[in-house]
């Protein structure tokens, strides 16, 4: 089989990557190994930025992300019975959009097939080959069948624990890592949200937040240690813990039920340099990770593939390679700002294991500097709705 673009992972960033070309008239294929079931059936962040938003414009997939999805103009943060509200209307004009990144991948699987768009899936055995030489070409079986793409360019979309960033030789990748101490406890519920904006909470008993996909399915998180399973929680512990950790008045309002999906995450800040080997390019979490706590992990994906689509159309339609040569170098700008946003915003608002007595008055400053300093909180609404691409 021959294409222009091989991508490796049919998640958010290689369907969007791959819809943005087809618009373009740029032939692509994904390889992915799950199959589409398995990719819809991962629960993550569900907070857009608008770049993100314009990017599903382009794609001409973004109908029923308006429709259904909800413009939030602020967030609230909560410290023991204090709160406060970060205006990003106010501070930077410009909203975010609450809408699941399930649905942003179902719209995109839907779009590509509607296009014809070539997916295999249930691939495995996944080798990049010759990705430093002008024609690189991808191995994978299907099936137990043997199967090779020549294409111009790969585009490494296989999240952390895909292959495409181990084709980079050690000699020349450098990797970035920093584990939290804790993880995240999740819940979905078919409950009304607690408040009609996202919570985020730093309590004595550890983070909380309290965030919502639509006005009968609301989404919460509490801290928790890594050697918990969710079988150790049962749901009206969770309940009961969730409402220690924010404000009395919201704890009252909080309206409990059954989970339906109830699960731990762990946190970790991770990033790759460079993003491009040869014709080889990393997007998304196959190149970083974050913590959460920012909702950066879409974010950034898809600023990864604004970058990389206008590269490659470049190089097709005008025969330059500008964009291709400076992908990795724009790309991790704007990585390392998400990733020093998404670092802070964890280390305000989560309780670390054996905090010196010290640390914990820092971060209260902090959160005290937060609340009444206009310029802080425009910094940080700035880093919250996305910063420039
Ligand atoms: N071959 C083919 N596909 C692979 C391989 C492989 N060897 N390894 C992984 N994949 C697939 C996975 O099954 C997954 O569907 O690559 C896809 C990668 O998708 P994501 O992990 O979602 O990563 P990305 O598309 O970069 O999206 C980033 O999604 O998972 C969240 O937290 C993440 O919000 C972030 C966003
Ligand atoms: C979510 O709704 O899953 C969510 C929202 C905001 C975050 C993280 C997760 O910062």
């Known amino acids: ?11 958010p960033a290689g369907l969007l990557l791959s819809q943005l070309l087809h618009v373009r008239g740029i032939d692509s294929v994904i390889l992915e190994r799950k199959t589409r079931d398995y990719v819809l059936g991962r629960i993550r962040a569900g907070v857009l930025e ?23 103009d602020g967030a609230l ?51 990049i080959r010759d990705a430093d030489t002008d024609q690189p070409h991808v191995l994978y079986t299907v099936g137990g069948e043997a199967r090779r793409i020549e294409c111009d360019f790969i585009a490494g979309c296989d999240g952390f624990h895909g292959v495409s960033r181990q084709a980079i030789p050690l000699s020349v990748r450098r990797e970035y890592e920093k584990i939290y101490p804790f993880g ?18 730093n309590s004595e008993r550890g983070f909380a937040l309290c965030s919502m996909r639509n006005e009968n399915l609301s989404r919460y998180y509490i801290q928790c240690s ?26 009252d309002q909080l309206v409990t039920g059954p989970s339906i999906e109830k699960s731990i995450a762990p946190l970790r800040s991770f990033v790759t340099e460079p993003m491009r080997w040869g014709r080889l390019f990393l997007c998304g979490d196959a190149a970083h990770i974050v913590p959460p706590t920012g909702a950066k992990g879409l974010n950034t994906a898809a600023s990864d593939v604004h970058y990389l689509y206008n590269a490659l159309r470049d190089y097709y339609e005008n025969g330059s390679e500008t964009g291709i040569d400076g992908y990795s170098q724009k790309a991790l700008a704007r990585v390392w700002k998400a990733e020093r ?49």
């Not at 608008?50 to 001409?60: N, P, S, T």
């Not at 943060?77 to 004009?93: C, K, P, V």
């Not at 649905?103 to 590509?112: F, K, M």
């Not at 010196?356 to 971060?363: R, S, Y």
């Open 1 to 11: 089989m021959k294409t222009q673009v091989a991508i490796i992972g049919g998640g």
């Open 50 to 72: 608008q770049g993100l938003v314009r990017l599903m414009e382009e794609a001409g997939c973004a109908e029923r992300m308006h429709a259904e999805g909800y413009s939030h």
């Open 341 to 389: 946003f998404s670092w802070w915003f964890s280390s305000l608002l989560h309780r670390y294991p054996d905090q010196a007595a010290f640390d914990l008055k820092m971060q209260i400053a902090d959160l005290e500097f937060l609340r009444s300093n206009t310029a802080a909180q425009k910094a940080m609404a700035e880093n919250y709705v996305g910063l420039p691409y």
């Open 226 to 251: 890594l050697s918990d399973s969710p079988a150790d929680w049962t749901d009206e512990a969770f309940w009961e813990e969730l409402k220690r950790r924010i404000p009395k008045a919201q704890a």
């Open 184 to 201: 995240w406890l999740g819940v979905l519920s078919e409950t009304p949200p607690v408040n009609h904006e996202l919570i985020y909470a």
């Open 77 to 127: 943060i909560s410290y023991g019975d204090e709160m406060f509200r970060i205006d990003f209307a106010e501070h930077t004009g410009t909203p975010v959009l609450i809408y699941g990144q399930t649905e942003v991948t179902r719209d995109l699987y839907d779009a590509r097939e509607k296009a014809g768009g070539k997916i295999e899936f249930e691939v495995e055995d996944v080798e």
